[in-house]
């Protein structure tokens, strides 16, 4: 079927104002995962996803981690399927995606194995409603507050509005039900739910959230007996230590030539971006891909808490391209006083001490961990797609590691 069996009992059925509501309600879910708070996402997800999510989160408390979904942004969105079978109208949104996506940490830290760069992938976003619903002003409601009485979504045991009582499920306008991850590679450590699309009693959804959180809890005590005993087989041997930085001059491989353009152009762009923006610039990330570009991810002028992308290519500033997901004040750092300016020596610098002599530079990026700012530098294997390594140093050449 194609959305016109929709249109057919719901003329006023829009595709462009359904694809703009399904990219904030991407951005919503993503909010709430990255933040851990399910309950801000209620209103747009289906009894089965609400409770997915908000056992992924118990168990990511549990363990002391969460999902981090750094400066993700939708790169398109299209319906890719739409089927109406006289219960359910249907609808698959499929979103091309772009940012980082990982586990990390309770203090932000990538998990052991996690990876940080920003890639490309796509997810397929099923929505439901009750087939004889038609389009109708809670379609336009916001997201994340209650459509009763618009306090902040507070959510009851009984999925009530903890102000008015309103139920907040709503089977009359589009509620999410399920998320798969179609790319070729599937990100690892990124979790995408494959969920049954039909709505289920709540005793079974119950039982499912104490089967879901039982699983949990074994494999995370599986998985913590086995890093104690990796823990304890490294501590024996002794800790390892990085390789020392030899020069090679950064002659940057053919393969991918551009990266050496944006090294030897990230002064020029930092430069731009504070003429640009007439305000003190706290960044959350600076990002240079293998194509030239360098990205530049900004706190946003009208929100403490909102992100704006700025882009350098070919001498030529663009933005600001609102972020899907925000900041966070402890991810921040300033950009008057950063030096930027030993990049490429720091560049040279990953070459060498990686040991992978046909190595390329891959995407340097600068972000705050933990510790203090920290570049990232993945070096990639020419002829062996799998040696892979990331040179992290401090802007200011110091405390180097390899990993």
């Not at 908000?54 to 549990?62: D, F, V, Y």
Request: net charge negative.
């Amino acid at each position: 079927m194609t959305i016109e069996t929709i249109q057919r009992h719901d003329p006023a059925f829009d595709q462009t104002a359904f694809l703009s509501r399904a990219e904030a309600v991407l951005a919503l879910v993503l909010r709430a995962r990255a933040e851990g708070r399910p309950e801000q996402a209620r209103a747009v997800l289906s009894e089965d996803m609400a409770v997915r999510i908000g056992a992924e989160l118990e168990g990511q408390r549990a363990a002391g981690r969460r999902q981090v979904h750094d400066g993700v942004r939708v790169r398109s969105a299209e319906i890719a399927e739409a089927a109406s079978d006289g219960r359910w109208d249907t609808i698959a949104v499929r979103f091309s995606l772009e940012g980082a996506a990982y586990e990390a940490k309770a203090d932000g830290d990538p998990v052991p194995g996690a990876n940080r760069d920003r890639r490309r992938w796509a997810e397929m976003w099923w929505f439901q409603r009750k087939a004889d619903a038609t389009t109708s002003a809670a379609d336009d409601a916001p997201l994340d507050r209650c459509p009763g009485c618009g306090a902040p979504l507070a959510p009851t045991s009984d999925d009530e509005c903890a102000y008015c009582q309103r139920s907040l499920t709503d089977p009359s306008t589009w509620a999410l039900t399920r998320i798969t991850d179609t790319s070729s590679t599937p990100l690892a450590g990124y979790s995408a739910f494959t969920i049954d699309a039909t709505p289920v009693a709540r005793a079974a959804r119950t039982a499912g959230v104490i089967v879901t959180v039982l699983i949990l809890v074994l494999v995370l005590v599986l998985g913590a007996a086995a890093a104690a005993a990796i823990f304890a087989s490294k501590a024996g041997k002794g800790a390892s230590t990085p390789t020392p930085p030899t020069s090679t001059g950064f002659v940057t491989p053919v393969a991918n030539p551009q990266v050496k353009a944006s090294v030897n152009d990230v002064v020029a762009a930092a430069a731009a971006l504070q003429a640009k923006v007439s305000r003190p610039v706290m960044l959350k990330y600076i990002y240079l891909y293998v194509d030239g570009r360098i990205d530049f991810q900004v706190q946003a002028a009208d929100d403490p808490k909102g992100a704006d992308i700025w882009t350098w290519k070919g001498g030529q500033l663009t933005g600001p391209e609102q972020a899907i997901i925000g900041v966070q004040a402890a991810d921040l750092f300033p950009l008057a006083g950063l030096d930027v300016s030993n990049l490429a020596r720091l560049c040279d610098a990953a070459l060498g001490a990686v040991g992978i002599p046909d190595g390329t530079i891959e995407s340097p990026h600068l972000l705050r961990f933990s510790d203090g700012l920290r570049w990232d530098i993945p070096v990639q294997s020419e002829s062996r797609g799998s040696s892979r390594k990331t040179y992290r140093v401090a802007p200011d050449g110091t405390k180097p590691e390899v990993f």
